[in-house]
């Protein structure tokens, strides 16, 4: 007779597929937040047009870092199929999350057998964070998670912990040239689909390798890797790859929160750092401890420095922390460190799911929650699809700087200037300014006139009275008006 499962074994594997079933039903929902217009917008444009998409946000012919090979995928999927955009959307998402849950899996099975461990892991990727909540594109908590899971960051980062896995058993096995050749495919795709989770990949791939000791035979076949690494996004037709290493000045600004409340976003996380002490204490080449100590020295250098847009690395300091808490529950030498281990960490990933609790109102319906779990649901934002049975594909809509700017473009129009800092677009600056100007409180009506000619505005935004030359046509939430541009 079958010996019945531990409940050491059941416990995070049922909490890892509660957390998963919860973000299948996120996915359903789609809560909108942050950069979901840019994606939708970028899969509008290649719907249209695969070879020459032009500026995802505004009327303009130039090339864009978000036309990714993943975003290439969606479009031609939206294009074939005749899909809303938003429906492309949730199938990438589904894509990302299984490619994340089964990364994860593969990589920690490189790192320990103890069947428990990889939903241990997942657990600690998503709870072990700290008590501020933090919301941000390639930061994989689970509130932050559930507003970017259809981003391409996601997928990048899902790759990346299989380019993790994939390259630890090559550089051990001794892998012949076909397999490197792949490998450096995997590693170009990754950076061309999301620059910092690539950065984060490359630190992660760098300390696997470190940490095998190679031999002389795998540096030739890692040399030819990198080589097809490199070679494929300068290759790739859609954007300069390498000219996004000059378009740090503009980023800076905007990656400056990243510095902000640390302890309070992160304390949980040094559990981890200790166990990653005790790793590092046991082998000065553990991967983990590598794969930390580098990307440590990445986001500090950040900081000191004043180049805040580093601060996009953290994740590598923070996985090999989470995963390292995790192993060391499964691994620690006493029964007796195990339990404690375990406590302690249980503790942790509970104050955590609390923290982010909040994510449960995506799927259940906020006035159904308890009252303290409704308290730490934010509503996500208004989309503008009230709008589009006047605005057509291609309309050029005058809207404010901000959330307007970001959202109107996921529905096919453009916006005058970009809700996004565009590094390839040459006239970003004379486009915002155009925009502060038309809706400066002194600018006359003439001059409005000419700033709507000069662009081609067919509509315009807003949520004050009609001005000379507009007609209402609709109203929206939030007191937003739409006008049309009499001619």
């Known amino acids: 007779m079958r010996a019945a499962p531990r409940p050491a074994l059941v416990a995070p594997q049922a909490a890892a597929a509660v957390v998963v079933l919860l973000l299948l039903l996120v996915i359903v929902r789609l809560p909108w937040a942050g950069d979901l217009g840019m994606h939708a917008a970028t899969i509008q444009r290649l719907r249209q047009d695969l070879l020459d998409p032009g500026n995802p946000l505004v009327d303009a012919d130039t090339p864009s870092p978000y036309y990714s090979p993943w975003m290439l995928v969606l479009g031609c999927v939206a294009r074939v199929s005749g899909l809303s955009v938003f429906v492309v959307l949730r199938l990438g998402a589904l894509a990302g999350l299984g490619l994340l849950v089964t990364g994860v899996w593969r990589y920690v099975r490189t790192l320990t057998g103890h069947r428990a461990a990889p939903a241990t892991a997942l657990l600690s990727l998503l709870f072990l964070w700290g008590t501020a909540p933090f919301k941000w594109s390639g930061f994989y908590g689970l509130d932050s998670l559930a507003l970017t899971v259809s981003y391409p960051s996601l997928f990048a980062l899902g790759l990346a912990f299989h380019l993790w896995a994939w390259l630890g058993r090559a550089v051990r096995s001794g892998a012949g040239w076909g397999v490197w050749i792949g490998l450096g495919a995997l590693w170009a795709v990754i950076l061309l689909c999301h620059q910092f989770s690539g950065v984060v990949a490359t630190l992660g791939a760098v300390a696997t390798v470190v940490a095998a000791r190679p031999g002389r035979g795998v540096w030739l076949r890692l040399g030819g890797g990198l080589v097809v690494g490199l070679a494929v996004p300068a290759l790739w037709p859609y954007y300069d790859f390498f000219a996004l290493f000059g378009a740090g000045d503009g980023l800076e600004a905007v990656h400056r929160p990243l510095y902000e409340d640390l302890l309070g976003r992160y304390w949980l996380v040094l559990l981890g750092v200790v166990a990653l002490g005790l790793r590092g204490w046991r082998d000065r080449r553990d991967p983990l401890w590598l794969f930390f100590v580098l990307g440590v020295v990445v986001v500090t250098a950040g900081g000191v420095s004043g180049h805040y ?137 003439e001059e409005r006139g000419e700033i709507l000619r000069e662009y081609g505005v067919r509509w315009v935004v807003d949520t004050r009275g009609e001005g000379v030359g507009l007609r209402e046509v609709a109203r929206g939430p939030e007191g937003q008006v739409l006008y049309a541009v009499v001619r």
């Open 309 to 445: 847009s580093w601060g996009r690395a953290l994740p590598a300091a923070l996985i090999p922390a989470q995963i390292a808490a995790a192993l060391e529950v499964c691994e620690a030498g006493r029964r007796g460190m195990r339990m404690g281990w375990a406590c302690v960490l249980g503790a942790a990933l509970a104050l955590g799911a609390w923290t982010q609790v909040g994510t449960v109102g995506y799927v259940v319906e906020p006035g159904d929650l308890p009252e303290a779990v409704a308290e730490k649901y934010r509503r996500p934002w208004a989309g503008y699809h009230w709008m589009t049975r006047w605005v057509k594909y291609g309309d050029v809509v005058m809207a404010r700087e901000g959330r307007p700017a970001r959202q109107i473009p996921a529905y096919g129009a453009y916006t005058v200037a970009p809700g996004y800092p565009d590094f390839f677009l040459p006239d970003e600056g004379r486009r915002e300014g155009a925009v502060r100007k038309y809706f400066a409180a002194g600018t006359s009506g």
